[in-house]
């Protein structure tokens, strides 16, 4: 069964500062994905990386994956407060499904403070 | 907007009423989902639908009933739910398998309240 873990759940942050959120995971998957939610709001979608050593940027936000690991980070430069979010990582189940099932780490709730 | 609808967008309801919670989306996606998102809990999958059919039933008590009547509607049928349902639902859709975007596309969320 996949389970995936992310570190830290509550991170609170200072604007201009850098950090990086971890997310770990226990069997192989071919795709990962990250996701960025506001309050009361919806999952909106933000990287999605495919194979070892994938790296993708949006502006502040820099995601990389290390499959050999079974780890990827999600780094934050120079903080913004509108970057204060909750942010999931997820996975697709490589069990040969046609639909493609994800499963979710349990998300880390980003607060960025003057 | 996502390009998947969900409706209504709040719901306030008794422990006897009956009602329901639609997902509509025309992205062509062929799978849909159901989740739960309760206050400090992780995302719980709820129901997957593919190609109309349900696929993955995760334990959810009989209270919760889905409908999957064509590829672009999926229904959340609600009936004598108790307080701990109270919850964000959301709705999701992929492309399936092969898809090498963005993994699923979500709506907007109902938030339920059950009194």
Request: aromatic share 10%; glycine share 8%.
């Amino acid at each position: 069964e996949l389970k995936v873990e992310q570190n830290p759940l509550f991170l609170s942050m200072q604007e201009g500062k850098n950090y990086t959120i971890y997310c770990n995971y226990s069997t192989t998957s071919d795709r990962l994905y990250w996701y960025r939610q506001d309050p009361g709001k919806s999952l909106e979608s933000l990287f999605v990386l495919l194979s070892n050593g994938a790296v993708k940027q949006e502006g502040r936000l820099m995601a990389s994956l290390d499959t050999k690991a079974r780890l990827s980070t999600l780094h934050i430069t120079a903080a913004v407060h509108d970057l204060s979010a909750t942010y999931f990582c997820a996975l697709r189940n490589a069990g040969g499904t046609s639909y493609g099932k994800l499963t979710f780490g349990q998300g880390t709730i980003l607060t960025v403070h003057p | 907007e996502t390009g998947v609808t969900q409706t209504p967008r709040h719901l306030v309801m008794g422990m006897t009423n009956k009602k329901s919670l639609k997902c509509e989306q025309h992205l062509g996606h062929n799978a849909m989902y159901w989740y739960k998102q309760s206050a400090k809990k992780p995302l719980e999958l709820m129901f997957v639908y593919s190609l109309e059919e349900r696929v993955e039933n995760n334990s959810v008590p009989s209270r919760f009933s889905p409908e999957c009547p064509n590829s672009s509607h999926l229904f959340l049928h609600l009936h004598t739910l108790q307080p701990e349902d109270s919850a964000l639902y959301l709705c999701a859709s992929s492309r399936g398998q092969g898809a090498s975007g963005y993994g699923y596309t979500f709506g907007s969320g109902t938030r339920l309240t059950v009194v």
